[in-house]
């Protein structure tokens, strides 16, 4: 919240008359809601355990339900009473408004560029948990300079208000993308890292009815970090997901593919995979394939593109686009695409000589 309040003010006091002062302080006061409230949904251990949610739903529906059917939900009503006693009506603030803006329902374009500044290739939600995750991990590979990206964003008008950078943010701009990239493929998508998702979610698989977390929000709410950890300690000798995590007792990982595998690539991982699990045991293997895009960003600056990332030149009316100025990301396109094979001890060395031997296969060897 206060990081997108910065952004926020930095903005808008480089463009003072883009809203009159009465709306400028409700856009101000929506964006601080968004910010605060848009990852109340996430399950215990946030990212890690949401392969257990709900079969159709995201954290991002579940944050939706904290806001519209807990107290949270009355808070913004009472912040929306506050506001209409000031500016009047047309300026009430509601879980629905909130949670419409977040979600992309809206169709007015000054609320579609408040939301840019918690959801696009330049929002403030990256900003923050690239830096703090950095720290708590003691890596360096997510830091940037966020007070000079910060300065650098400005809004360029096409159909409606736009967040933008101006000329001289494009490098710090790289920055922000490539950490953004290294964390991933160091941090986010670490093999060992990874492998404790996983097996976090073979736990909860056995120990959540029907095997995934409750829809009832309040039934949802009941579980957190804390209450996880009790049951995995409660269920240790009979859980071997549980013993493994508390013992750190990990799988050890017979391959894993390029970080930038092409279609050949995964064709041949996931027949080598598939075949391991048919001679080893399904129930010995995991196959893991985190995949995810470098960024975003096309490389022209469209009207409807709401993920290019606008240039300001001032000595042109007219943007171009981060992916047209700047070769580090007009070369950074390939997903990174990762796929690995864990084997139980018992059948390791079978996994490793059955992946050889196919490997040599495909190779022509």
Partial sequence: ????????????????????????????????????????????????SEGVLPVGL????????????????????????????????????TPDLICDIYQGRVKDKNLIFLKKFMDSELDVDKMDYLLRDSLYCGVSYGKYDLDR?????TIYFQNGPRLAIDKGGMHVTEAFIL???????QVYFHRTRRLYDLMLTNFL?????????????????????????????REKENSEWAQRIIHRDLISIVDESPPHSDDKDKKIYNMIGREIERECGKE???????????????????????????????????????????????????PINIIRIYAKKDVYDKAKKIYEERQRDALGL
């Fill in 284 to 334: 010995n293997i995991i196959i893991d394939s985190p995949s995810k895009l470098p960024h975003k960003i096309p490389t022209r600056v469209e009207v409807d593109d709401e993920k290019a990332i606008p240039i300001i030149r001032k000595i042109s009316s007219l943007p171009t686009s981060l992916s047209d100025e700047s070769e580090i990301i007009k070369n950074l396109t390939k």
């Fill in 205 to 233: 698989k056995e120990i959540l009815p029907n095997g995934t977390y409750p829809d009832d929000i309040n039934e949802f709410l009941s579980y957190n970090d804390n209450i996880v950890w009790e049951l995995m300690v």
């Fill in 179 to 185: 950490a953004r990239y290294f964390m991933f493929t």
């Fill in 149 to 153: 990206l910060i300065s650098s964003l």
């Fill in 58 to 93: 995201e954290h991002e529906d579940f944050t939706e339900k904290v806001i519209k059917e807990t107290i949270i939900g009355e808070y913004i009503n009472e912040i929306g009473v506050i506001y209409t006693k000031k500016y009047g009506q047309e300026y009430n603030i």
């Fill in 1 to 48: 919240m206060h990081l997108a309040t910065i952004a926020y003010d930095n903005v808008l006091k480089k463009h003072q008359v883009i809203f009159p002062p009465e709306q400028q302080d409700w856009f101000r006061q929506i964006l601080r809601l968004i910010a605060l409230t848009h990852d109340l949904g996430h399950p215990p251990f946030s990212h890690a």
